[in-house]
């Protein structure tokens, strides 16, 4: 049995073929990031352009690779939420067209449901119940992720998202967009310790978090603070590198203490975390050392499951086994859940 997922959120257009014991046969991803680069952020008129030109020949690219036909498929799912309505009609349109013509059953599936869902394809056991992180571009949220494939929000941030620290931060250093890979790169030549940026609700016995204060915090550092005397040096490569690393440094501290205080208030033993965030090199290094120390089993997806893809979609078996089938007149839900 075979699931085509559909994928266009955001500013990535993909496709994948999933088979019911979650075999990936393929998984395309078509970014938008060349489009984008210039503005320094997803442009959702451009984004949803983009997805009209591009959802055919991904999704034909999908099924080549998977070396299937269209009467092969047994369902059709597709990520209705959240995301940019214009980008996420696209996705829609063509899914419910696919499971018309074909008389087969449309899923609906939750991008972020699909993010923590990512950790579970690559193991053989089941891991929920479990404590869940989604870092991403537009989440920083915690979740009780149940064995029902149901997940309750217990954390989140107050502001801005992670990912979104990462891109903003990025263009206040000039780095190229989007900033998660760049600041990455340019801290491996940086001092983590350069800069002792605040750990923002790090030590708050609620489970929230704030970067917001932190991307100022790095502005000020970077090009001075409009109300201070003393202004800071010019921006080397080297305070450049400095500034990246100490940044990195503080989101990820932020991010696995919150996950270890998530763990303990809980009394879970499991802990994935999902999101574009966490294909982040340090986060994945600091979570590993954590989570052995405490006995805690850790699941990640592999980097290319943490960004933006269909395949993680194939939650959707789940949600055909419930007989939670959608109907044709099935709409798109664009804003965040919170
Ligand atoms: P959401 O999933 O919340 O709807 P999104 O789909 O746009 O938002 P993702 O594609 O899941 O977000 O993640 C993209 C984010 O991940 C971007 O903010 C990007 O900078 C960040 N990111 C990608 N790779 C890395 C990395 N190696 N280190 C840190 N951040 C990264
Ligand atoms: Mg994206
Ligand atoms: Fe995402």
């Not at 999933?18 to 008129?45: A, C, W, Y």
């Not at 929000?153 to 992670?162: H, K, V």
């Not at 970077?222 to 989101?251: H, Y």
């Amino acid at each position: 049995e075979y699931l085509l997922a559909i994928e266009s959120s955001c500013d990535e257009t993909a496709a994948a073929v999933i088979t019911r014991d979650m075999k990936i046969l393929s998984n395309i991803v078509s970014s938008q990031t060349d489009l984008h680069e210039k503005f320094g952020g997803v442009v959702p008129e451009i984004a949803s352009r983009a997805h009209l030109e591009r959802i055919l020949p991904v999704i034909d690219d999908a099924l080549q690779k998977a070396n299937l036909s269209l009467d092969q498929l047994t369902a059709i799912a597709v990520a209705t939420e959240p995301g940019l309505v214009g980008s996420l009609l696209i996705g829609l349109t063509a899914a419910k067209t696919l499971a018309m013509v074909l008389d087969i059953p449309l899923v609906a599936v939750n991008h972020i449901e699909g993010h923590l869902f990512a950790c579970q394809m690559q193991e053989t056991n089941p891991i929920f119940p479990a404590i869940g992180l989604v870092v991403s571009g537009g989440h920083t949220n915690l979740y009780h992720c149940l064995p029902t494939f149901e997940f309750e929000l217990i954390g989140a941030t107050i502001d801005d998202a992670a990912g979104e620290a990462f891109d903003k931060v990025a263009k206040i250093l000039g780095l190229p967009y989007p900033g998660g890979p760049s600041i990455e790169q340019t801290a491996v030549k940086g001092n983590p310790q350069a800069f002792p940026f605040p750990r923002t609700f790090l030590k708050d016995p609620e489970l929230r978090f704030s970067f917001s204060g932190l991307k100022t915090a790095v502005l000020y550092a970077a090009l001075g603070n409009p109300g201070a005397k003393k202004q800071p040096p010019p921006l080397t490569a080297e305070r450049i590198a400095d500034l990246a690393a100490s940044f990195q440094e503080t989101v990820v501290d932020v991010l696995v203490g919150k996950c270890q205080q998530a763990l303990m208030q809980f009394r879970h033993s499991t802990l994935c975390v999902g999101g574009g965030v966490a294909a982040n090199t340090l986060l994945r290094e600091r979570l590993t050392e954590m989570t052995n120390k405490a006995g805690i089993h850790l699941s990640m997806a592999p980097p290319d499951l943490c960004t933006d893809n269909a395949a993680m979609a194939a939650i959707a078996w789940h949600h055909l086994d419930q007989g939670r089938i959608a109907s044709l007149d099935l709409d798109v839900t664009p804003g965040l859940v919170r």
